[in-house]
């Protein structure tokens, strides 16, 4: 079966750093990408990783180990507009996404 | 904007009824995805269409159908509804099926059965 966990919900205070973890057990595996949802829209891309190792851009980073299944993303300088939720997703044979983790993000 | 268009963006409809949700893809993109997410649920895969065929298949209910039509736009096509479809659907688009190519998601059509 496919199985991709993250937490339910996290919090955080804003400048602060947080890190979004998700683990992952696919049959295949052709790359792991993160996606933000604000509510009620769309998801919109940020990163996609099929190798090991951390993928930076910005503000955010996100890294991947495929022998241990698990991936990251890392959202430094936390803003207030960063509250929404994050969406772990791995391709197999079609996009297979995570329930995604609900950041709030506190003055 | 991410290019991708969904029509309508709500619908609502009463149990029994059928409905069609119509997407384009942004321009230049041959592969089209539809997922349903129901509240505080996550994206449920449903069916992925490339260049007019049908690639992948998930948990799409034997009630609902889909195509992609030559100009490369997209219908879900849903009948015998009920109160438990009521869900947002997404439609996204990418270039084709090599690996990286991030899906672009549409707003989504808001569908309400009564």
């Known amino acids: ?107 | 904007d991410s290019g991708v268009t969904q029509t309508p963006k709500h619908l609502i409809t009463a149990t029994g009824q059928r409905v069609t949700l119509r997407c384009s893809p942004r321009s230049g993109d041959l592969s089209v995805y539809w997922y349903q997410q129901s509240l505080d649920q996550g994206l449920q895969f449903l069916i992925q269409y490339y260049n007019g065929e049908e690639r992948a298949k998930g948990n799409i209910l034997e009630r609902f159908s889909a195509q992609q039509f030559p100009d490369l736009h997209s219908e879900l096509n849903l009948s015998s509804l009920e109160l438990g479809d009521s869900a947002l659907y997404f439609c996204a688009s990418s270039v084709g099926l090599a690996e990286g190519s991030p899906l672009h998601f549409g707003n989504g059509t808001r569908l309400t059965v009564t």
């Open chain 1, 1 to 107: 079966g496919q199985n991709i966990d993250q937490p339910t919900e996290m919090t955080a205070t804003e400048g602060a750093i947080v890190q979004i973890n998700c683990t992952y057990q696919t049959s295949g595996f052709n790359g792991l990408f993160w996606y933000q949802q604000h509510a009620g829209e769309a998801p919109t891309f940020l990163s996609y990783n099929v190798l090991d190792g951390l993928e930076e851009k910005g503000r955010f980073s996100s890294f991947l180990s495929r022998s241990k299944g698990y991936s990251y993303l890392l959202l430094k300088e936390l803003q207030m507009k960063d509250s929404a939720s994050y969406l772990c997703a791995v391709l197999t044979d079609k996009l297979i996404f995570g329930t995604g983790t609900r950041l709030q993000v506190f003055p």
